[in-house]
Nanobody
Framework: QLQLVESGGGLVQPGGSLRLSCVAS????????MGWFRQAPGKEREGVSA????????YYADSVKGRFTISRDNAKNTVYLQMNSLTPEDTAVYYC???????????????????WGQGTKVTVSS
């Protein structure tokens, strides 16, 4: 059974950092593009970052550029999102998603992705 499980969320003060992890089971990530999305209360889900399967091409939303870094370790079947300089506006449930994409593209829309985790909550507050 194909599954994505996020972890690493929690409560952090403004200016702090968190590293989210997304572990895949039931399949290998080698030829999957991976994305991170977030949904704040009362808002639509938005794309945060994405990374291609095979050449580390990546995408970042303007709101997180320079603060967040996406990476992947295919040997561990895991994708990470390092989040620095967090602000209250980053408070949301964060989801990882996977899309079969051996061509190496970097999908940005939630509709592009086939598989989703259940999310991990990030709260930035003093």
């Amino acid at each position: 059974q194909l599954q994505l499980v996020e972890s690493g969320g929690g409560l952090v003060q403004p200016g702090g950092s968190l590293r989210l992890s997304c572990v895949a089971s039931g399949f290998t990530l080698d030829y999957y593009s991976m994305g991170w999305f977030r949904q704040a209360p009362g808002k639509e889900r938005e794309g945060v970052s994405a990374i291609s399967c095979c050449d580390d091409r990546s995408y970042y939303a303007d709101s997180v550029k320079g603060r967040f870094t996406i990476s992947r370790d295919n040997a561990k079947n895991t994708v990470y999102l390092q989040m620095n300089s967090l602000t209250p506006e980053d408070t949301a449930v964060y989801y990882c998603a996977a899309r079969w994409a051996p061509g190496g593209n970097v999908p940005r829309m939630s509709s592009d992705y086939d598989h989703w985790g259940q999310g991990t909550k990030v709260t930035v507050s003093s």
